[in-house]
T-cell receptor, first 115, second 112 residues
């Protein structure tokens, strides 16, 4: 069991740039969700992918987009970065398809700083 | 009003104390209730998971869900300095994505 791995761990980008964050799901997990956690706040749901299809989206603009690959790894892309996008971005995978039985397994996150 | 409310703390207790952490919520559709522990600059780690109402115990941790009051609790017995972290409650409804709705987290400090 390898757990959820995210890369990179830290990233600094300039306002207006684009960024791609990556996530490798825990072995056997076919559902991946992305969350944004601002400093001092709880994580906020961005979107979820199940078997390579988007399955639910939170209150985030279209410049936040994602992909899930056949091996269930995933990417989060953010275009036209804004200062408020600075946050910890968390990837979470689930074993039981879309049901959070036993909860999701989170990665350690990518800390994005936009300057 | 947020869907999930959680006192941010910080909560400071002496080692060995019983800790009580709480969340209230407004969405009656929530069916799954979780508590996560998050150390600084790390991802959340699942501590307790409960489906619907009731109590669940795991070692020093007890989770309680009162759906009639829309109130959940986490109790930590014999608290240890290593329990010092931020505790996040999370909830999910039985919709298509089962997305998690988190509280803002309570910072706990256990003093040796």
């Amino acid at each position: 069991e390898t757990g959820v791995t995210q890369s990179p761990t830290h990233l600094i980008k300039t306002r207006g740039q684009q960024v791609t964050l990556r996530c490798s799901s825990q072995s056997g997990h076919n559902t991946v969700s992305w969350y944004q956690q601002a400093l001092g706040q709880g994580p906020q749901f961005i979107f979820q992918y199940y078997r390579e299809e988007e399955n639910g989206r939170g209150n985030f603009p279209p410049r936040f987009s994602g992909l899930q690959f056949p091996n269930y790894s995933s990417e989060l892309n953010v275009n036209a970065l804004e200062l408020d996008d600075s946050a910890l971005y968390l990837c979470a995978s689930s074993l039981e398809g879309m049901r959070p039985n036993g909860g999701y397994t989170f990665g350690s996150g990518t800390r994005l700083t936009v300057v | 009003q947020k869907e999930v409310e959680q006192d941010p703390g910080p909560l400071s207790v002496p080692e060995g104390a019983i800790v009580s952490l709480n969340c209230t919520y407004s969405n009656s559709a929530f069916q799954y209730f979780m508590w996560y522990r998050q150390y600084s600059r790390k991802g959340p780690e699942l501590l307790m998971y409960t489906y619907s109402s009731g109590n669940k115990e795991d070692g020093r941790f007890t989770a309680q869900v009162d759906k009639s009051s829309k109130y959940i609790s986490l109790f930590i017995r014999d608290s240890q300095p290593s329990d010092s972290a931020t505790y996040l409650c999370a909830m999910s409804a039985m919709d298509s994505s089962y997305k998690l709705i988190f509280g803002s987290g309570t910072r706990l400090l256990v003093r040796p």
